[in-house]
């Protein structure tokens, strides 16, 4: 009976082995499937991303109780692999599981399939791995794959672009203008870069700005003692990728609203050329422009008169506003006062001398930059031209015929000196004189004559005043008289207009010896 049993058992044992009753022969198991994959279409050349893939056994049982399992970037297993693993299906095997991009490969490792069939793939992408270009993703979990594309973007280059500029509404003639930008890199690259910051066509002043990828900086420049016209100008940031502006208004002390002044001259009325008079009349004002008149001035002559500030004409000019018809008049002028018409005019005598000329120039330029008589420079803004409104009085001494005597110069030196000396002089800047070569150049003309027949028609030595070469230029003959006289001849003449009061000595009426011994 022993035997028959161990037999009977042997061929159960066959028969049950021939039925597949271990399980050891997996034929006709489940297999997976990926039913998804899912990631970026794109990413920056820095940027990270997330693969993930969802796989599927059908056919499985499990609890129901357990979630999808799935692993981290970094090819750890998650939160609830430990307790997926532990329920895992114990009839199939553990699967292999790759994720690949291009060549490059992101997880490799062999899972447990979890008990309710369904698994969970995720892998990391750095793109600062991987070129630029276009990249084929790759799954595979056991036999079973699928693929999608990604594209590694180029990295942008440094570019450079003035996103903000912080500046006041508006700056006053002369100040500093600070003006900051704010400077960004829109690229994935670090780069350097000069930026260019101007205002109105005053100078630039460069910066050189280094910034890392997508960072900024903000800059700051000061342009000092700004002298621009009035009015609107841009401030201007600029890199080689963009350009910003915005306007900043700068407020001009000028009623022009400007500095320089257009100057057309009419001078056809003129025998000579009196460029140079002008010149040296605006030069004047150039000079002493913030002293009289507050503002800053520079006249630049053109020759269309539809583009004058300023039209200077030389003409006669015979009546001047509401003053004395029986003047003689050597200039007028349009009176500035809030604000200047287009154009101003200034009217001169064409045929005084030019010493006359530049001193009249230069008194109407004043009322067409809003000084009225009586204003600083007194001497020059005086509503009467004189010998006490000249700094130097200039004076050229002539003889009727054939070269002044050396004793005749001293002489008329010494009876002008006595004048530089007094402190009687009308007006409060005192007198000085020169000696020039020309009628021409002369406030004032002395002629000596040996001889003479213009003072007195009879004969006889004297002195008197007659009209000189020019409109309004004076003439002082000395005819006929003795040297030791010829200084006080010349105080006599020039005392009525310089001195406040006329001395005794000095008058018409003074004896021979007085007059020898003027001045002591």
């Given at each position: 009976?022993?035997?028959?049993?161990?037999?009977?058992?042997l061929?159960?044992?066959?028969?049950?082995?021939?039925?597949?009753?271990?399980?050891?022969?997996?034929?006709?198991?489940?297999s997976?499937?990926i039913?998804?994959?899912?990631?970026?279409?794109?990413?920056?050349?820095?940027?990270?991303?997330?693969?993930?893939?969802?796989?599927?056994?059908?056919?499985?049982?499990?609890?129901?109780?357990?979630?999808?399992?799935?692993?981290?970037?970094?090819?750890?297993?998650?939160?609830?692999?430990?307790?997926?693993?532990?329920?895992?299906?114990?009839?199939?095997?553990?699967v292999?599981?790759?994720?690949?991009?291009?060549?490059?490969?992101?997880?490799?490792?062999?899972?447990?399939?979890?008990?309710?069939?369904?698994?969970?793939?995720t892998?990391?992408?750095?793109?600062?791995?991987?070129?630029?270009?276009?990249?084929?993703?790759?799954?595979t979990?056991?036999?079973?794959?699928?693929?999608?594309?990604?594209?590694?973007?180029?990295?942008?280059?440094?570019?450079?672009?003035?996103?903000?500029?912080?500046?006041?509404?508006?700056?006053?003639?002369?100040?500093?203008?600070?003006?900051?930008?704010?400077?960004?890199?829109?690229?994935?690259?670090?780069?350097?870069?000069?930026?260019?910051?101007r205002?109105?066509?005053?100078?630039?002043?460069?910066?050189?700005?280094?910034?890392?990828?997508?960072?900024?900086t903000?800059?700051?420049?000061?342009?000092?003692?700004?002298?621009?016209?009035g009015?609107?100008?841009?401030?201007?940031?600029?890199?080689?990728?963009?350009t910003?502006e915005?306007?900043?208004?700068l407020?001009?002390?000028?009623?022009?609203?400007?500095?320089?002044?257009?100057l057309?001259?009419?001078?056809?009325?003129?025998?000579?050329n009196?460029?140079?008079?002008?010149?040296?009349?605006?030069?004047?004002?150039?000079?002493?422009?913030?002293?009289?008149?507050?503002?800053?001035?520079?006249?630049?002559?053109?020759s269309?008169?539809?583009?004058?500030?300023?039209?200077?004409?030389f003409?006669?000019?015979?009546?001047?506003?509401?003053?004395?018809?029986?003047?003689?008049?050597?200039?007028?002028?349009?009176?500035?006062?809030?604000?200047?018409?287009?154009?101003?005019?200034?009217?001169?005598?064409?045929?005084?001398?030019?010493?006359e000329?530049?001193?009249?120039?230069i008194?109407?330029?004043?009322?067409?930059?809003?000084l009225?008589?009586?204003?600083?420079?007194?001497?020059?803004?005086?509503?009467?031209?004189?010998?006490?409104?000249?700094?130097?009085?200039?004076?050229?001494?002539?003889?009727?015929?054939?070269?002044?005597?050396?004793?005749?110069?001293?002489?008329?030196?010494?009876?002008?000196?006595y004048?530089?000396?007094?402190?009687?002089?009308?007006?409060?800047?005192?007198?000085?004189?020169?000696?020039?070569?020309?009628?021409?150049?002369?406030?004032?003309?002395?002629?000596?004559?040996?001889?003479?027949?213009?003072?007195?028609?009879?004969?006889?030595?004297?002195?008197?005043?007659?009209?000189?070469?020019y409109?309004?230029?004076?003439?002082?003959?000395?005819?006929?008289?003795?040297?030791?006289?010829?200084?006080?001849?010349?105080?006599?003449?020039?005392?009525?207009?310089?001195?406040?009061?006329?001395?005794?000595?000095?008058?018409?009426?003074?004896?021979?010896?007085?007059?020898?011994?003027?001045?002591?």
């Amino acid at each position: 009976m022993r035997r028959t049993t161990v037999v009977l058992a042997l061929a159960v044992l066959v028969a049950l082995a021939g039925c597949g009753g271990l399980g050891s022969d997996t034929a006709g198991a489940p297999s997976p499937s990926i039913e998804s994959v899912s990631a970026p279409e794109s990413l920056g050349h820095d940027e990270r991303g997330t693969v993930e893939a969802t796989v599927r056994w059908e056919g499985l049982t499990g609890d129901g109780s357990a979630g999808d399992v799935s692993t981290g970037g970094d090819g750890s297993a998650g939160e609830d692999e430990s307790a997926g693993e532990d329920r895992a299906n114990a009839t199939l095997d553990p699967v292999r599981v790759t994720v690949r991009v291009g060549d490059r490969t992101l997880r490799d490792e062999n899972r447990s399939v979890p008990a309710n069939g369904s698994m969970t793939v995720t892998a990391a992408i750095d793109a600062a791995t991987l070129d630029p270009g276009d990249h084929e993703i790759a799954v595979t979990v056991g036999e079973a794959s699928a693929t999608r594309r990604i594209t590694i973007e180029e990295a942008r280059a440094a570019t450079f672009a003035v996103s903000e500029i912080e500046a006041p509404e508006s700056v006053a003639y002369g100040e500093d203008l600070t003006v900051a930008a704010t400077v960004t890199n829109g690229g994935d690259v670090a780069g350097t870069q000069t930026v260019s910051v101007r205002y109105g066509s005053g100078a630039t002043a460069n910066r050189t700005v280094a910034l890392d990828g997508g960072t900024e900086t903000r800059l700051s420049v000061t342009f000092a003692d700004v002298r621009l016209d009035g009015g609107s100008h841009r401030v201007v940031v600029a890199t080689a990728n963009r350009t910003r502006e915005r306007a900043v208004t700068l407020t001009h002390p000028s009623p022009y609203g400007k500095t320089t002044l257009r100057l057309y001259v009419d001078d056809e009325a003129v025998d000579r050329n009196v460029s140079g008079v002008v010149a040296a009349a605006t030069g004047y004002w150039e000079r002493t422009d913030e002293r009289y008149l507050g503002y800053p001035v520079t006249y630049e002559r053109v020759s269309d008169e539809e583009r004058a500030d300023v039209i200077l004409r030389f003409d006669r000019v015979e009546r001047c506003g509401v003053e004395d018809g029986d003047a003689r008049y050597f200039g007028c002028a349009d009176l500035l006062v809030d604000e200047s018409r287009t154009p101003m005019t200034a009217t001169v005598e064409p045929n005084i001398s030019d010493a006359e000329m530049n001193a009249t120039i230069i008194h109407e330029l004043g009322h067409v930059q809003g000084l009225e008589h009586g204003e600083e420079p007194a001497d020059l803004m005086a509503p009467t031209s004189n010998l006490t409104t000249h700094r130097p009085v200039k004076v050229h001494l002539r003889a009727e015929s054939g070269d002044v005597p050396r004793r005749v110069e001293d002489e008329v030196a010494a009876g002008l000196d006595y004048f530089a000396d007094s402190e009687d002089i009308v007006g409060s800047d005192g007198f000085a004189w020169e000696f020039v070569d020309s009628a021409r150049e002369a406030h004032v003309q002395i002629t000596y004559d040996d001889r003479g027949n213009i003072c007195f028609a009879d004969g006889g030595g004297g002195s008197c005043t007659v009209e000189g070469e020019y409109y309004g230029q004076q003439d002082v003959r000395l005819e006929e008289i003795d040297d030791e006289v010829v200084a006080w001849h010349v105080g006599a003449s020039f005392a009525p207009v310089l001195l406040e009061e006329v001395p005794p000595e000095l008058m018409r009426d003074a004896d021979r010896r007085e007059r020898e011994e003027w001045p002591e």
